[in-house]
C-alpha cells in the first residue's frame, strides 16, 4: 500500500471549513484514498473514500487532484465534535484489506 | 456507536500472565480485525479471520494468538505479557472481505504492571 504524508496538527475555528491536506505520490492507479478519524482514544471512524472523482457524504467532501498525487477532506463547518486525529490511508478497494495508518494529522477545532 | 463491542474496557496485569480480549462483531459481520495501538508504534494491524478463518496476518507475536469462533465473535490472546504490550487493542469489522468501511470497537486498554 502506498505512503501517505500529512501535516502533523492543524487548527480551525469553529463553524468555519477545515481543509486537511494529504499528499500520496506514490498511489497506484488500482488504489483508493480512504479517510478515517480518531477521536481520544475511540475507534477509529470511517468518514470517506474516492478514486479519483470528488465525493461527498454527510460528514465531509473529499477532493483528489487530477494527478492524483494529493487529496484534500473538507469538514465545511468544523464544530468541536471534530476535534480528533485524521488518518489518511492508500489502499487498494477490498485487497489487503489491512489498514495502514500513519501517524495521521491531529485537528484541533478551537471555540 | 459501530455496533461492535469489546470486553473488558480495562484490563490490568501483571508481567507474564496471560489475557484473553474478547470481541462481537457487528450482527451479519463475517470479518473481524484486530489492532493495536500504542504510543511508539501506532495503530498496527495484528490479524483478520473471515468467517472462522485466518485471512491475514500483521505484526503480530508468536506469543499472541487468536481465532474466530462459529458465532463469528472474536478473541485475541495475549501471553508471557511484557511491558511492551501494554497498549490499546481494538477490534473491527465488516460484512467481507471486499468492503470499504471497517467499524471498529471502542478498545480495550490494557495496561501490564
Known amino acids: 500500500d502506498a505512503k501517505t504524508t500529512q501535516p502533523t496538527s492543524m487548527d480551525c475555528a469553529e463553524g468555519r471549513a477545515a481543509n486537511l491536506p494529504c499528499n500520496h505520490s506514490t498511489i497506484s492507479g488500482n488504489e483508493y484514498v480512504y479517510w478515517y478519524r480518531q477521536i481520544h482514544s475511540q475507534g477509529p471512524q470511517y468518514i470517506i473514500h474516492g478514486l479519483k472523482n470528488n465525493e461527498t457524504n454527510e460528514m465531509a467532501s473529499l477532493i483528489i487532484t487530477e494527478d492524483r498525487k494529493s487529496s484534500t477532506l473538507i469538514l465545511p463547518h468544523a464544530t468541536l465534535r471534530d476535534t480528533a486525529v485524521y488518518y489518511c490511508i492508500v489502499r487498494r478497494q477490498g485487497g489487503s484489506e489491512k489498514l495502514v495508518f500513519g501517524k495521521g494529522m491531529k485537528l484541533t477545532v478551537n471555540p | 456507536d459501530s455496533g461492535v463491542t469489546q470486553t473488558p474496557k480495562h484490563l490490568i496485569t501483571a508481567t507474564g500472565q496471560r489475557v484473553t480480549l474478547r470481541c462481537s462483531p457487528r450482527s451479519g459481520d463475517l470479518s473481524v480485525y484486530w489492532y493495536q495501538q500504542s504510543l511508539d508504534q501506532g495503530l498496527q494491524f495484528l490479524i483478520q479471520y473471515y468467517n472462522g478463518e485466518e485471512r491475514a496476518k500483521g505484526n503480530i507475536l508468536e506469543r499472541f494468538s487468536a481465532q474466530q469462533f462459529p458465532d463469528l465473535h472474536s478473541e485475541l490472546n495475549l501471553s508471557s505479557l511484557e511491558l511492551g504490550d501494554s497498549a490499546l487493542y481494538f477490534c473491527?469489522?465488516?460484512?467481507?472481505?471486499?468492503?470499504?468501511?471497517?467499524?471498529f470497537g471502542p478498545g480495550t486498554r490494557l495496561t501490564v504492571l
Open positions: 473491527a469489522s465488516s460484512p467481507g472481505t471486499n468492503y470499504n468501511e471497517q467499524f
